[in-house]
């Protein structure tokens, strides 16, 4: 296992501007699966929603890494990777809701919402369904010379499925820009992953020549800089990466998954919260250095809370699209 | 309580018990899947057998659904009875060489030496507002593929009974339930039974129109003929409740009495069961029929996740009514 990226030690400072451009991303991300939270169990919202609550820094230190033309794809417990990436809230609560407005016609909802704007392939549910597509966005980025990179998030849990190791052998001959993020919160759905998950995990992309990095996923600044150099990388065409990073999600596998003291403890959920958090490490980091005062912290959460207020009304007024839309768009 | 006392059980609860008593009965019948020990899986149908049968009989997987399907064909091979859990139908698709080159060809292939006694249980059924990837009803490919036996209860009672033929069998078996119907309640007795495959069952006699339903669509049509009643329209509904085999001779001898058919099956219409069955019931009763067979199956869309969109996509107690009017000529 390589160790772990410490920030003190990478020659990248990070600026004031990006610092409260990364604190800003992660309280979008909070307050946007708040509000979904609210929606569901208002039972506004149908289907099921996975919360990426206690994540956020890992979708935005990879994608504070990217262009906008660069590619990701992300997984059933999207929110995060989409709004990091630069979709806006309002079409994506629209989505959510079913609603013509969405990103995806109402069609996708919440697990396949897709932005070809900014880059986001699209979330998936299909546990590893998105492996391959990264891999084929990073192979034209590299046939056609356009200098784009394709992240591929994934959960600890997609580490069980034969594509992955498929498609990491394909990227490494074929020396593709692609990265692979491991996202390991701990849990697949109800299940511990040292239970699903044997031997060492960066190991297995070293055995097809991947370069592997793990890193603190609940550090934004060391998740940046790690994606910062992999990003790198793979432009100069030095070929695929996995990175790890561990991390955790606060709340249930899903928003019913209430009693959870059968596969974890509240006081693990609880000393994640209160000693690992990335919104309060990182606003605590940012006032310590002086480059940012407690009442600009506020300030940043309170317009996040109207803007994410003001995109659920949004949402909640649109209509569902027409019944004739159900037909519509199954062949180009 | 009495050994033939009929309880009220859900379907999910009588898929448990089918499960329980096998096991009791067969140290060799175990099952694997994700979440399927202390979770009892996402649906609560396992819960408590791990409890009772212990983690090696009831095995947790990774997310490997090739991976442990694969290893369902060959523990069967060699003497374990596995009951391999996929929790979405969709993810089938990931299971499907094991299914289709190896557990369905093994006996043919080795001139009848080796077995697979396996069962795979799965999920069908949209209107759970889960979108176009936790939505299908795929059994069609499998019925289409000789080797498989295919299963498809539409009540509790059926759920207890084919599940413990199909754990008993030989063969590879791939087992339907509907994941809307776990919750709902019927009559199970408390004794070891059996259903036997290829035996379909009249859910509802009637004399003016066929209507065949599968797995979710049973209730469907159940709940049109009582609207048909109210229109002067009397309508059989037969379950086959095993796709392969295939009770022909009941679905032909209904629809030669009622002289009209329509078949209802949640999977898509275009090349699907529906179109199996409703040439078995043409070639058989064609000089008995008034009107050509119908078909209803999803439509042949990708299941949208916009509630008012979903809804269109699967027969409704409606649309078959309207359906079943019109083919008896009073629409
Ligand atoms: C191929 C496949 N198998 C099973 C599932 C059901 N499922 C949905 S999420 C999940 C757990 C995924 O765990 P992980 O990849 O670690 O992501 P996390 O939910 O922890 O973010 C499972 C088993 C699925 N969607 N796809």
Not at chain 1, 7 to 23: C, I, Q, S
Request: hydrophobic share 40%.
């Amino acid at each position: 296992m390589k160790t772990i990226t410490d920030p003190a030690k990478t020659d990248n400072p990070v600026a004031a501007e990006l610092g409260l451009r990364l604190y800003r991303q992660m309280v979008r991300i909070r307050l946007f699966e708040e509000q979904v939270n609210e929606l569901y169990t208002r039972a506004l919202m149908p289907g099921l929603a996975h919360l990426y609550i206690g994540e956020e820094a890992v979708a935005v230190g990879i994608c504070e890494a990217l262009k906008n033309t660069d590619y990701v794809t992300s997984t059933h417990r999207g929110h995060g990777h989409c709004l990091a990436k630069g979709a806006t809230p309002d079409r994506m609560f629209a989505e959510l809701l079913g609603k013509e407005a969405g990103y995806c016609r109402g069609k996708g909802g919440s697990m396949h919402i897709a932005d070809p704007a900014t880059g986001n392939l699209g979330a998936n549910a299909i546990v590893g369904g998105s492996a391959g597509i990264a891999t084929g966005a990073a192979l034209t980025a590299k046939r056609l010379k356009t200098d784009q990179v394709a992240v591929c998030f994934f959960g600890e849990g997609a580490l069980g499925q034969g594509v992955l190791y498929e498609v990491m052998n394909l990227a490494s001959l074929y020396k593709l820009p692609v990265i692979y993020v491991c996202e390991n919160n701990l849990y697949t759905e109800y299940t511990h992953f040292s239970e699903t998950t044997a031997g060492d995990i960066l190991l297995r992309g070293t055995a097809f020549g991947v370069h592997g990095e793990s890193v603190d996923g609940q550090d934004v600044r060391a998740v940046h800089a790690v994606a910062q150099k992999l990003v790198g990388r793979a432009r100069r065409g030095e070929g695929p990466s996995l990175l790890l990073s561990n991390t955790y999600r606060y709340t249930g596998h899903h928003v019913g998954d209430i009693n959870r003291e059968y596969y974890r403890s509240k006081q693990e959920e609880q000393e994640w919260k209160t000693k690992r958090d990335p919104i309060k490490n990182m606003g605590e980091w940012l006032a310590g250095q002086k480059l940012a005062d407690r009442s600009a912290l506020e300030k940043i959460e309170s317009e996040v809370r109207e803007e994410m207020k003001t995109a659920v009304e949004f949402a909640i007024a649109a209509p569902y699209p027409g019944v004739e839309e159900v037909d519509q768009d199954v062949y180009a | 309580m009495p050994e033939t006392a009929i309880r009220e059980l859900t379907f999910a609860q009588a898929v448990r018990e089918a499960l329980a008593e096998e096991m009791r009965r067969d140290p060799r019948v175990c099952i694997f899947g994700e979440d399927v020990a202390e979770a009892g899986t996402p649906f609560k149908v396992l819960s408590g057998l791990v409890e009772e049968f212990g983690s090696e009989r009831v095995l947790d997987t990774p997310i490997s659904e090739a991976g442990f399907t694969g290893m369902g064909v060959g523990a069967a091979m060699t003497g374990l009875r596995p009951v391999v859990d996929i929790m979405f139908g969709d993810f089938l698709t990931l299971t499907m060489d094991q299914l289709v080159n190896q557990a369905a060809k093994v006996h043919y292939m080795s001139g009848g030496t080796w077995k697979v006694p396996m069962v795979l249980r799965t999920t069908l059924g949209a209107t759970r507002r889960s979108a176009a990837q936790h939505s299908q009803s795929l059994h069609a490919w499998l019925c289409h593929v000789p080797g498989l036996k295919v299963a498809m209860p539409s009540t509790p009672y059926d759920a207890k009974g084919l599940l413990k033929t199909a754990i008993r069998d030989d063969n590879p078996v791939i087992f339907f339930e509907d994941k809307m119907m776990y919750k709902q309640k019927g009559a199970v007795p408390a004794e070891d039974y059996t259903i036997p495959f290829g035996v379909a069952d009249v859910k509802r006699e009637g004399e003016d129109i066929t209507l065949v339903a599968t797995s979710s669509m049973v209730e469907v049509a159940l709940g049109a003929a009582k609207l048909l009643e109210g229109a002067g329209i009397s309508a059989e509904v037969v379950d086959p409740r095993t796709m392969w085999p295939l009770d022909e001779k009941t679905l032909v001898e209904s629809a030669k009495k009622t002289s009209r058919a329509i078949v209802i099956d949640e999977g898509y219409g275009r090349y699907g069961v529906t179109g199996e069955i409703a040439s078995v019931i043409a070639e058989g009763a064609f000089f008995n029929l008034e009107a050509p067979v119908k078909r209803m199956g999803a439509m042949h869309v990708p299941i949208p996740f916009s509630p008012p969109l979903e809804d269109l996509t699967v027969p409704t107690e409606q649309t078959v009514f309207d359906a079943a009017r019109a083919l008896c000529g009073q629409a």
